[in-house]
């Protein structure tokens, strides 16, 4: 196998907590997205969207998408159990997982694309998009830090991949000006704890 | 089990087309969103994000969020299989159902949410949002229609997922004005035939 990265990248970030909270290192090659690398016919082959991250597998096979490639790792290495330990666990981080995506990760990376500097001449920026983005994620801030009063990680009592998925969005969020506000105790409280873990800086 | 439905919903149709072609029928309660019904205490209790469809177990446990609970319900009963036969067409079918619902599925979400009379006065409805999606659209259209050149459904030579997810959002899509261009061939013949199942209209 061969994970094609992009170190500052929310989404392959998250296949590299993945490997690490696993105990697995796959050879890697970093793409130089800042420099077109991903836009090159070669890589295209790969993934025709252009995204990282890419798992390429011994036959050629190229899988896309972060979550798709994580949840295939589960799959070969289910142990410790990163997406639930039964089917009714799974759903249970399934669920939280796509409540993540949606509600933190999907407006944090829209702010990015909509007012970061990365992207500006990139994109065509539209602020109201991101002034859009960031309005929904105050509203889910509140909700979500209120979700934490009962229960030490997003999706219940074990670390999973709906943690994983959160706090690369609030990584990339400090990027651009979304931090976790400091009276959402419930919610600093677990983005300290999920941070500390050896894995967060894979 | 109990699935509390929106008849008229995207996500919800998901999961009815889902049920239709695995043969299983589950006892279903429609709730009436125009009436605010799933803004009332005991539906939040089930979903606190107010969201169709939700699956309720004979335990009482809810479980939100249509893909978690097809992917739920693929565990219970695997046959025939619509998200892959073994571990790698499961991530096939993951990676195409994200690739869908976030290059089509969301931007239909987006226009409906941001130009629907539907939404009018319900939400702060953002012009810029709905013609950012409108754009993205366009894009994704003309790439899906060249994936689709060589083969017969999104992820495979099998109906997935990821074709329940695709139809879904394209049913959505007609009612607001997003109907598939008649030139782009492939994606229009793929339409009629995912359409013209049995279970379309479930």
């Given at each position: 196998m061969l994970l094609y990265d992009l170190p500052a990248g929310m989404h392959p970030r998250r296949v590299r907590i993945f490997l690490a909270e696993k105990g697995l290192t796959i050879?890697?090659?970093?793409?130089?997205?800042?420099?077109?690398?991903?836009?090159?016919?070669?890589?295209l082959r790969l993934n025709p969207m252009g995204r990282l991250?890419?798992?390429?597998l011994d036959d050629g096979t190229a899988i896309a998408e972060s979550l798709a490639i994580c949840r295939y790792l589960e799959t070969l290495h289910p142990q410790p159990p990163l997406w639930g330990s039964d089917a009714l666990d799974a759903a249970r981080v399934d669920m939280w997982t796509r409540r993540i995506e949606q509600q933190v990760s999907d407006p944090i990376a829209m702010v990015f694309l909509h007012s970061g500097e990365f992207y500006r001449g990139r994109v065509t920026q539209v602020p109201e998009?991101?002034?859009?983005?960031?309005?929904?994620?105050?509203?889910?801030?509140?909700?979500?830090d209120a979700e934490l009063a009962d229960r030490r990680?997003?999706?219940?009592?074990?670390?999973?991949?709906a943690d994983i998925v959160a706090q690369c969005a609030f990584v990339l969020?400090?990027?651009v000006g979304r931090r976790i506000p400091a009276e959402q105790a419930h919610l600093t409280r677990w983005f300290a704890e999920v941070t500390a873990r050896p894995t967060a800086r894979a």
């Open positions: 050879p890697t090659r970093a793409v130089d997205a800042a420099q077109g690398e991903n836009r090159q016919p070669e890589f991250p890419v798992l390429q998009v991101a002034a859009w983005a960031r309005q929904n994620l105050l509203t889910t801030l509140t909700w979500l990680f997003i999706a219940g009592p074990n670390y999973t991949m969020g400090k990027a």
